[in-house]
């Protein structure tokens, strides 16, 4: 249930009390932000300073409680521009301290009034600082939000506990069919059309396409459960694997390994990493607590430069840094790797056009230091007629 005057939600939750239980027992207490009534979810923080509605609207959020490490949240509001896609899609958001008063010149409505208009659950007051150092050392787990009605049904913590355990877990979740669309369409190439890209969408971000567009490519955007045919019928110059909500583990590979057969030219982020590497062979493994912000050091071992980027990624591609390995569609390498922990952050085949990056070049919010990558996704269908012929 949700109460969402607008132009009232913040009066109205001040006064509102919330409760947040962690699967491991842990509480916090604070005020209701946005919607009232209870939720649940993965509980993953994300420390970007600047980005909360591209976040929030970032479909690879699906199922997820993000928590906000910076503590202001809402300053600029929400505006026309900057979702990344039709709706938000975290199930509950966690903040210290909200906005009183939104103030920015894009601003159309506060961030308290959209989430209330989207039946998003949230609480603020929370001291986020050790709600995250806590998911920092136990690992990210399943958490609820309690405010309004569902609170007063359920008014002492171990009931509300339990309803936290019978959430589902965020391992093994096939979410991607939830969040993409049902239809394909297309976004035109900006200017003269150079290529065509069929884009799978398993969550994708509006940014995603915008990107390509840019840079002469014609992007057919098409649905999670598109087929082979499907994707062939479009006669792409290359192929696309979006980010998406979820546990890699559960995708299918067909169409990914169906691509790598016939040597099209492969580019894949985040999700789309993580199947890129599955089809290769290797495993993909649940992070403890996971990257997300705009601020994650990761190297291109291939030219050896650092780049600052933007990541949300809650699983990662098991494979070895120190070698090349052999697949069944040739020799792959780890492109790149995050300097905090060394969690693979990028493959890349050498006999076939074919590389894919766990995080997000596209940014949105974030750097734009790893934009590179699109250009090199357009160099490999400028040169792939010539490594098809080769082969
Ligand atoms: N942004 C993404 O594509 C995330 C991929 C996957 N759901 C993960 O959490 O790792």
Same mark, same amino acid.
């Given at each position: 249930?949700?109460?969402?005057?607008?132009?009232?939600?913040?009066?109205?939750?001040?006064?509102?009390?919330?409760?947040?239980?962690?699967?491991?027992?842990?509480?916090?207490?604070?005020?209701?932000?946005? #919607? &009232?009534? %209870?939720?649940?979810?993965? =509980?993953?923080?994300?420390? @970007?300073?600047?980005?909360?509605? $591209?976040?929030? +609207?970032?479909?690879?959020?699906?199922?997820?409680?993000?928590?906000?490490?910076?503590?202001?949240?809402?300053?600029?509001?929400?505006?026309?521009?900057?979702?990344?896609?039709?709706?938000?899609?975290?199930?509950?958001?966690?903040?210290?301290?909200?906005?009183?008063?939104?103030?920015?010149?894009?601003?159309?409505?506060?961030?308290?009034?959209?989430?209330?208009?989207?039946?998003?659950?949230?609480?603020?007051?929370?001291?986020?600082?050790?709600?995250?150092?806590?998911?920092?050392?136990?690992?990210?787990?399943?958490?609820?939000?309690?405010?309004?009605?569902?609170?007063?049904?359920?008014?002492?913590?171990? #009931? &509300?506990? %339990?309803?936290?355990?019978? =959430?589902?877990?965020?391992? @093994?979740?096939?979410?991607?069919? $939830?969040?993409? +669309?049902?239809?394909?369409?297309?976004?035109?190439?900006?200017?003269?059309?150079?290529?065509?890209?069929?884009?799978?969408?398993?969550?994708?971000?509006?940014?995603?396409?915008?990107?390509?567009?840019?840079?002469?490519?014609?992007?057919?955007?098409?649905?999670?459960?598109?087929?082979?045919?499907?994707?062939?019928?479009?006669?792409?110059?290359?192929?696309?694997?979006?980010?998406?909500?979820?546990?890699?583990?559960?995708?299918?590979?067909?169409?990914?390994?169906?691509?790598?057969?016939?040597?099209?030219?492969?580019?894949?982020?985040?999700?789309?990493?993580?199947?890129?590497?599955?089809?290769?062979?290797?495993?993909?493994?649940?992070?403890?607590?996971?990257?997300?912000?705009?601020?994650?050091?990761?190297?291109?071992?291939?030219?050896?430069?650092?780049?600052?980027?933007?990541?949300?990624?809650?699983?990662?591609?098991?494979?070895?840094?120190?070698?090349?390995?052999?697949?069944?569609?040739?020799?792959?390498?780890?492109?790149?790797?995050?300097?905090?922990?060394?969690?693979?952050?990028?493959?890349?085949?050498?006999?076939?056009?074919?590389?894919?990056?766990?995080?997000?070049?596209?940014?949105?919010?974030?750097?734009?230091?790893?934009?590179?990558?699109?250009?090199?996704?357009?160099?490999?269908?400028?040169?792939?007629?010539?490594?098809?012929?080769?082969?």
């Amino acid at each position: 249930m949700t109460t969402s005057t607008p132009g009232t939600a913040s009066k109205r939750n001040e006064a509102s009390p919330a409760v947040l239980v962690l699967e491991d027992g842990r509480t916090f207490r604070g005020r209701a932000y946005g #919607a &009232l009534g %209870e939720t649940f979810g993965e =509980a993953v923080f994300n420390t @970007g300073m600047t980005g909360y509605q $591209e976040t929030l +609207t970032d479909p690879s959020y699906h199922r997820q409680v993000v928590v906000m490490t910076a503590p202001h949240i809402g300053n600029t509001g929400v505006n026309d521009e900057d979702d990344e896609s039709r709706r938000i899609w975290v199930s509950g958001y966690v903040v210290r301290d909200p906005a009183r008063i939104p103030s920015n010149w894009r601003s159309r409505r506060s961030l308290d009034e959209e989430l209330a208009a989207q039946d998003v659950v949230g609480i603020s007051g929370v001291d986020t600082r050790a709600l995250t150092r806590h998911l920092r050392e136990r690992g990210a787990m399943r958490v609820g939000i309690f405010s309004g009605p569902a609170l007063k049904d359920a008014p002492d913590e171990s #009931a &509300l506990l %339990e309803r936290v355990l019978r =959430a589902p877990e965020m391992k @093994g979740a096939d979410l991607s069919a $939830e969040v993409a +669309t049902t239809e394909a369409y297309v976004v035109p190439a900006v200017g003269e059309k150079k290529f065509t890209v069929a884009a799978l969408d398993l969550g994708i971000k509006g940014m995603t396409p915008h990107r390509m567009a840019e840079r002469g490519i014609e992007v057919h955007v098409l649905p999670a459960t598109a087929t082979v045919e499907e994707v062939y019928a479009v006669a792409p110059d290359g192929v696309f694997l979006s980010n998406g909500p979820g546990d890699p583990a559960t995708a299918d590979l067909t169409v990914v390994k169906a691509v790598l057969e016939r040597r099209t030219p492969l580019f894949g982020i985040c999700f789309g990493n993580q199947l890129l590497g599955r089809a290769l062979g290797f495993g993909t493994y649940k992070l403890k607590y996971g990257h997300r912000g705009i601020n994650q050091p990761v190297q291109d071992r291939t030219t050896g430069k650092v780049e600052v980027t933007a990541h949300n990624h809650g699983f990662a591609v098991e494979a070895p840094l120190d070698r090349v390995s052999e697949t069944p569609y040739g020799r792959v390498e780890v492109s790149h790797v995050c300097l905090n922990d060394d969690v693979v952050e990028g493959l890349r085949l050498l006999d076939q056009p074919a590389f894919s990056v766990q995080y997000h070049p596209e940014a949105a919010a974030g750097p734009h230091d790893a934009a590179y990558l699109f250009d090199r996704f357009t160099s490999l269908m400028s040169t792939a007629p010539m490594e098809a012929e080769r082969a």
